[in-house]
């Protein structure tokens, strides 16, 4: 079975801080993404990767960075974080790479962030 | 642009009763359909797909059918169980692309 883990299931920050949300993946896939998902607008996607070191804008990618130095890994950085950042995150990894994607998605159980 | 719509929640069944949780998608091209749940406490997994007109989804007694002339991927079960209890999300991927577009979700909440 596919593996997608999230570093921490929850997490309390305070506004300004830096914050790191890491996933890995164990099946050795290309594509990994990360959401935010939040009551009323479902999820949303903040970053894609389809390789290692390369990444692509989601629809919402202000205030967000991301890493992808190893392929299994893919870290989710909050540069400084803000109230308005308190949201569930999913990871979430598929197999196929570039952009003939027809594969189904695996996620992670999810962060939830509180940023006071 | 390639949207999907779901209807409403919560919605609040009997045990035993049977379920619909409807979904309607705009998109260019032929895009595979999904359904997605999320049990509480968890991330979303996969519960069927279909990937072309007329194909019928499946799995653990929920069915989904690809209609292109309604654009319509409902979700339906015979006769949900309290264990059925969830969040389902509908959602496209149009070929070619790498984005997935989700719905915003249907809360079910079975009773015993």
Redesign the interface.
Known sequence: DVK?TQSSRYLVKRTGEKVFLECVQDMDHE?MFWYRQDP????R?IY?S?DVKMK?K?DIPEGYSVSREKKERFSLILESASTNQTSMY?C?SSLRGG????D???????TRLTVL | GNSVTQMEGPVTLSEEAFLTINCTYTATGYPSLFWYVQYPGEGLQLLLKATKADDKGSNKGFEATYRKETTSFHLEKGSVQVSDSAVYFCALLTSGTYKYIFGTGTRLKVLA
Request: net charge negative.
């Open positions: 997608v594509n009323g607008l479902g999820l996607l894609f389809y692509e989601g999913l979430a952009p003939l994607i027809t189904t998605q695996y996620f992670g159980p999810g």
